[in-house]
């Protein structure tokens, strides 16, 4: 027999199987194959009804494959919703849930199999799904954007195993509340009075792939320098770089991102000279407000962005208050060799593991030793110490150490926006609320397009008795980072729940718990809302899942946690309504 021959053609893959399979085969098996039957017959007439075809169907797994997107994820959809109807009287613990990714993509066809890329992606958004819900690859969403009555919400890049480029991942929000929700903080307008930008990572057009970090530090340094400016209006960098290592169009950014101008640029570095480019856009129309190169010595990196940031002043019609042009820049690093360690210091830094942190702190250690002068070091320093003790990976002494150095940092600069954000978050542990506020509200008027820096400032205000304050504050840093993480929506559930505003508790809270179904001070606010609107089961359930999805919580650690909230009552009522609840 020959061997057939090998197409291949675009495709939308579906891929689908069961989450907790496992556990379910070892409580019940005969009842668990009865279900996985009959669910697989329900898969397959939507999808046949869908114009899709199944590929194959192995243990409690499907495999599918349609010719249009919007089919595919039509379909999905509606899986989901049948899949839950059926579940609805089951007990939670025996509910059957799939879990499906859909993705558009080349595949190679052989006979009736497939396989490819396209295949391996639609997996792997399989395995980010939770289960009854979807997540959707960047090249499905665009597909389907504005053809279906469904939300979506961005969850930025993301690393999978055995794909060699992150992808980009949308999840499907099921429920109405979850997706009010997304579309009130999504649509909103970046600001409607004054000019606002967003900052795409410059390339690096250098020889060595190596170089990434110089170009990253680069980019994150011109959106520091214009986060500083009242008068302009700056999407935050964890946003932006949501589109770093692919190819952008402008309208596209200035849609999602609701800014009026997009800068991008690029960087080469080749032995002790640098050249730069850059060039602002009209998001509306794409075209060239203007554009420039730069071709100087590493040492005047830094004087390279202030010129790109006086241009864009210049450009946009910037108004500056009395001090913005002063403080416009920090004592720059003058040094080529600190510069680099602090450009690979930035980069270690935002990758968040305890190797990476360590890296960081031997990078910025370095810029310290050549450079005491610059508050640059000391700052950078301090983020380290701070990580070490936020994520567990250093010692008793790791917070007084990044507090330590955040002074050192506001000595040679008081001007360091960071530096004061740090020392209010230090604050903040301490139960010292009015001290945590004064830090944060110097932070933000210091930096004021800075989203994390707005955020944190709006928990203080949310555990100071402050709640509508922290709303307010919040919604603002969703607009700056428009792809925000699930901590600002469990801070704007917490001061919703403070106020009586149960509805818009619900709904933020339901689409952080989308996002990271494992949040369980998330879950756990949640309860309380249900209870407070007197939907005691629904509450009963919140609280059953936390300790479903870890039995080891134990309130004594909650406690700890709420440490922060100045109202001591207030604790002590939310830790005794979880008590009732059925949680120790």
Not at 90 to 105: D, H, K, S, Y
Not at 149 to 173: M, Q, S, T, W
Not at 257 to 268: N, P
Not at 451 to 462: G, I, K, P
Request: negative net charge; proline residues 3%.
């Amino acid at each position: 027999m020959q061997n057939q021959a090998i197409t291949r053609r675009l495709a939308a893959i579906l891929c689908a199987d069961v989450q907790g399979y496992s556990r379910l085969m070892g409580a019940d098996e005969e009842g668990t194959l009865r279900a996985l039957k009959a669910s697989h017959e329900v898969m397959r007439d939507l999808i046949a009804r869908h114009h899709g075809r199944v590929v194959n169907a192995p243990g409690d797994s499907v495999l599918a494959e349609f010719t249009s997107v919007v089919d595919a994820v039509t379909c999905a959809a509606a899986i989901q919703e049948e899949l839950a109807r059926r579940n609805a009287g089951a007990p939670q613990e025996n509910r059957m849930a799939f879990r499906i990714g859909v993705n558009l993509g080349d595949i190679m066809v052989e006979g009736d199999e497939i396989y490819g890329d396209g295949v391996n992606v639609a997996a792997r958004l399989e395995s980010l799904a939770e289960g009854g819900g979807i997540c959707l690859s960047g090249s499905a969403h665009e597909q389907v954007e504005g053809k279906l009555k469904l939300a979506f919400e961005d969850l930025g890049e993301k690393e999978v195993k055995n794909i060699a480029r992150p992808v980009r991942v949308y999840r499907v929000l099921r429920d109405s509340s979850a997706g009010r929700a997304a579309r009130r903080v999504a649509k909103a307008p970046a600001s409607a009075d004054k000019p606002s930008i967003a900052v795409l990572p410059f390339e690096n057009m250098s020889d060595d792939a190596g170089q990434e970090y110089f170009s990253d530090g680069i980019t994150e340094d011109i959106i520091t320098d214009l986060s500083k400016l009242s008068g302009l209006f700056v999407i935050a960098r964890n946003s932006t770089f949501t589109f770093k290592g692919k190819p952008a169009d402008v309208r596209e950014v200035g849609t999602r991102f609701g800014v009026s101008h997009v800068l991008e640029g690029s960087v080469r570095r080749a032995g002790g000279r640098v050249r730069v480019t850059a060039q602002l856009l009209q998001a509306a129309t794409g075209h060239h407000v203007w554009a420039e190169r730069y071709d100087r010595d590493l040492k005047d990196v830094f004087a390279v962005q202030d010129e790109i940031t006086r241009k864009i002043v210049s450009a946009l019609d910037v108004k500056l208050l009395r001090g913005e042009q002063a403080n416009l820049w920090r004592q720059s690093l003058r040094d080529p060799e600190a510069l680099d360690a602090y450009y690979k210091g930035l980069d270690y830094l935002n990758r968040i593991t305890r190797e990476a942190n360590d890296e960081a702190a031997r990078c910025f250690e370095q810029v310290m030793r050549i450079e005491p002068d610059s508050p640059l070091g000391h700052l950078g320093m301090a983020w380290t110490q701070l990580s070490a003790s936020r994520y567990g990976w250093g010692d008793a002494g790791s917070l007084e150490r990044a507090a330590r150095l955040a002074r050192k940092a506001l000595e040679l600069d008081e001007t360091c926006a960071d530096a004061h954000a740090l020392l209010g978050y230090h604050s903040l542990l301490l139960g010292k609320h009015d001290q945590a506020i004064a830090a944060g509200e110097r932070a933000v008027a210091l930096s004021p397009s800075h989203a994390d820096n707005a955020a944190n400032l709006a928990c203080s205000y949310a555990v100071s008795d402050r709640p509508a304050d922290a709303i307010a504050l919040l919604r603002k840093a969703m607009r700056l980072s428009p792809v925000y993480p699930a901590w600002y929506l469990n801070i704007l559930g917490f001061a919703h729940n403070r106020l009586g505003q149960y509805d818009e508790a619900e709904d933020v809270l339901s689409l952080a718990l989308q996002r990271e179904p494992a949040y369980s001070e998330c879950r756990l606010i949640l309860a309380a809302a249900h209870h407070a609107r007197g939907r005691i089961e629904d509450a009963r359930r919140e609280a059953a899942e936390v300790l479903r999805r870890d039995p080891a919580f134990r309130l004594s650690a909650l406690q700890a946690r709420l440490s922060i909230v100045k109202d001591r009552d207030l604790v002590e009522r939310f830790v005794g309504l979880l008590r009732e609840l059925g949680l120790e």
